[in-house]
Each structure stands twice: as structure tokens, then as C-alpha cells.
């Protein structure tokens, strides 16, 4: 069943005002649509937590930068409340972007720390737009438990920072990566990889997979020696262009001298006309005691 779709924030607010009055805890599942395996996994954990799911549908122009894909971005808002509604959204909110600024925002949410490094660095301002719309959709639903994938694993960091900071009611919850059988993460731009390109995207896992031999078989604590494991694997597929690959702190993103504990390990890299980006855990091994 396709999930009903409602365009304006008066009619969310009715939805949502029916809902609580008959005690329904709210789920929320931000996206841009293009809905893929990713999103529907997160759409059944907001719905086995809470009563009411409410899924988002919008493109949000704040966190394109120029040149990028915002005009060619996937939009098929009947595939995603089909999908969105089997997996169990009671509600897509799909805005139009007049409905969502009905006046230029004078306001930005900006992150300091977090945002900074890693794709901060890559896609200057692109943090700013998605906490701005992020912290304007939470505006909008209130109090509720929000799910996002932690494809985007610092997106999710960038988030949790500024909920923790301004006390916002919306507690965070970030998902693990949904991949293809062959280790490729979902993304919705994978739609831009041709068949050859898409037969050497898994490669990008392989890369953090030798990163993560590294510390977990090797037992090596140089977060250098894991960067470098991480650049050579991806550089034995000439076709993609490395952007970043590092270790870092789990919870600042910031790479420690000595790798302790968990970690994560984080790739980006143009693949023809796409920008592919991934990340999995590690945990450096506790020594034995001789
Ligand atoms: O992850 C996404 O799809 C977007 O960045 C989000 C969180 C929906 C904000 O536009």
C-alpha cells in the first residue's frame, strides 16, 4: 500500500497533532526520496520503535553545492510512497521547497568540529545545509526518535553534535550500512554508475576492508600504516580517483596518534560521474597479557 503523501506543514501538523492525541509515539525518516534497501531499513526499525512513522521526501537544495547533481538528483515521489508505505511509513511529507522557505532563511545551523574535516572539507557548506533542514524538519515533527544511515557516518555525527547542543526533543538514531551482495553500500547515487564502473564499485569496501585487516589481523596501532593499506587497495583500480581515506574517533571524527578501542574507518572517491562514499567500524584488538 502506498503510504498517503501530505505537501504542506499544516496538513503534517494536523496528521501529527490526530496521532498524539491518541498517544502515538512518532518516528521520523528523513530523506531526499530515491528510496532504495537503505532507506526501507530504516523505515521498518521507525516502525517496529514507534507508532507513527512519518517519512520525508525532499531534495533539499541548501546542501548541494555548485556543480553538483541537485537538477539531475532522482525524483519519483509515486515509486517512494509505494515503497515508503510497504515498508511501513504511515505518512510521507513531501514539501515543496516554497512550502518548506516560504520567506529565504535568514538562519543557518552550523557545526564546528564535526562538520569540519572528511567530506566538511570536500563539500564546503555542505553540513550547514544539511543541519539547517535537518533541524527545520525536527522544528516541524517535534518530539520523536529520528533514523539515519550510517552510510553517512558523519552526516549522523554532524547531527547527534547539534540535537546534544541546542536540546533539541528528537532522539537519534543511526543505522547500520545496507550493501549489495557483493559489498557495494546502497546509495541513491549508484543510479549513476554504468555497468562497467558498477562491477568495480565494491572495490571501495575492499579498500576499507585492508584498512581493517590491518588493525584487527596485523594488530598495527599506526593510524598511517591503515591509511596507507586503504590507498594502495583503491589504487590498484586506476578508474577511481581517491578523494580521503582515514581513521578516525568514532564520535569527534578526529584521527588519534595511537588507534585505541573502536574506530572508524572512512573512504570517498569519484567513480566516473559519481562520488562514492563508505565507512565501516574496527576495533583495535586488546593485547594479550604475556
Ligand atoms: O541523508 C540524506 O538523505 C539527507 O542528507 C537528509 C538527512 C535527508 C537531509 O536532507
Same mark, same amino acid.
Given at each position: 500500500v502506498s503510504a498517503p503523501v501530505v505537501t504542506t506543514r499544516a496538513a503534517l501538523d494536523e496528521w501529527l497533532a490526530d496521532r498524539r492525541a491518541g498517544g502515538a509515539s512518532v518516528g521520523l525518516v528523513p530523506t531526499m526520496g530515491a528510496l532504495h534497501a537503505g532507506h526501507l531499513s530504516l523505515i521498518r526499525r521507525a516502525k517496529a520503535d514507534n507508532d507513527a512513522v512519518v517519512t520525508s521526501v525532499y531534495v533539499n537544495p541548501l546542501q548541494f553545492g555548485a556543480g553538483e547533481d541537485l537538477s539531475a538528483y532522482p525524483r519519483d515521489l509515486d515509486r517512494d510512497r509505494g515503497l515508503a508505505g510497504e515498508a511501513g511509513t504511515d505518512v510521507v511529507f513531501a514539501p515543496s521547497v516554497d512550502e518548506m522557505w516560504p520567506e529565504p532563511s535568514q538562519t543557518t545551523v552550523h557545526v564546528e568540529g564535526v562538520s569540519a574535516p572528511l567530506e566538511g572539507r570536500s563539500r564546503p557548506g555542505h553540513f550547514d545545509g544539511v543541519a539547517t533542514i535537518v533541524a527545520k524538519l525536527f522544528g516541524l515533527v517535534g518530539l520523536c526518535t529520528a533514523y539515519f544511515g550510517e552510510k553517512d557516518f558523519q552526516q549522523l555525527a554532524v547531527i547527534k553534535r547539534f540535537v546534544q547542543d541546542l536540546s533539541l526533543p528528537v532522539h537519534v538514531v543511526g543505522c547500520p550500512v545496507v550493501r549489495d551482495p557483493d559489498g557495494l553500500a546502497l546509495s541513491s /547515487?549508484?543510479?549513476?554508475?554504468t555497468d562497467e564502473e558498477r562491477e568495480l564499485a565494491p572495490r571501495l569496501y575492499w579498500a576499507l576492508l585492508a584498512g581493517r585487516r590491518v588493525i584487527e &589481523?596485523? /594488530? /598495527?596501532? &599506526? !593510524?598511517d600504516a591503515v591509511v596507507e593499506a586503504m590507498t594502495a587497495s583503491l589504487a590498484e583500480v586506476p578508474r577511481f580517483t581517491l578523494d580521503y581515506a582515514a581513521v578516525v574517533d !568514532?564520535? &569527534?571524527l578526529v584521527p588519534p596518534d595511537t588507534l585505541t578501542g573502536d574506530v572508524r574507518l572512512l573512504v570517498a572517491a569519484r567513480l566516473g560521474r559519481a562520488r562514492l562514499i563508505d565507512n565501516i567500524p574496527a576495533t583495535v584488538p586488546v593485547p594479550v597479557a604475556s
Open positions: /547515487r549508484n543510479a549513476y554508475l &589481523d596485523e /594488530r /598495527r596501532t &599506526d !593510524p !568514532p564520535h &569527534d
